[in-house]
């Protein structure tokens, strides 16, 4: 053998590299790979939360004018007349048409007033009884007088009117649920 300095009695030793660069190197794709990750997540994530939150940040029904009829049909009114409207509502993306009925008296001034025929007590539908001359709930007997006022029974205060206007000779109403039970009238939707 030879004395040469490669001819040494161990393994040749291999060039150190520092552990903590191998560490810095590592961590930092891998934050490189999180960061990405989260970027890409919430460009995709941006339609599902707009998907999903377009109903709350959208007004659910846009509360519209219903013609009920010429406004001359009601100008001798001796007694409250039922009508039935269409309703359209808009709630979410769906779009339904519903009836309703009310009806069309006059208030103790002599004005066209138009009440729901939903009881403030329950939300049962309230009739015109042409023999006592008064509105009479039949789930909980409540009674109310040609113009709405509470007579009588459970319901906490009358029927309720809903707003009115006159436009090209009909008679325009704009529909809307108040809240029950209570004793003042509280508009729902």
């Not at 997540?41 to 004018?65: D, H, Q």
Request: positive net charge.
């Amino acid at each position: 053998m030879c004395g040469c300095a490669s001819d040494s009695e161990g393994p040749t030793p291999k060039p150190v590299t520092p552990s903590s660069f191998l560490d810095n190197r590592r961590s930092f794709l891998g934050a490189l790979l999180g960061v990405g990750s989260v970027f890409v997540g919430g460009l995709l994530s941006v339609p599902l939360i707009r998907f999903a939150l377009f109903p709350l940040i959208r007004r659910t029904t846009e509360v519209k004018s219903s013609p009920v009829g010429a406004a001359s049909e009601f100008s001798a009114l001796t007694e409250p007349v039922m009508r039935t409207i269409q309703i359209e509502m808009l709630d979410g993306w769906r779009k339904t048409v519903s009836e309703k009925a009310v009806y069309v008296t006059t208030d103790k001034n002599g004005q066209l007033c138009v009440l729901t025929s939903v009881c403030p007590h329950l939300g049962c539908t309230v009739p015109w009884n042409k023999e006592k001359n008064q509105f009479i709930c039949p789930c909980h007997g409540a009674t109310f007088t040609k113009d709405g006022a509470r007579v009588s029974g459970p319901s906490l205060r009358g029927m309720d009117t809903l707003e009115t206007s006159v436009q090209d000779g009909q008679l325009l109403v704009r529909f809307q649920y108040f809240r029950q039970l209570v004793s003042n009238k509280e508009v729902v939707g």
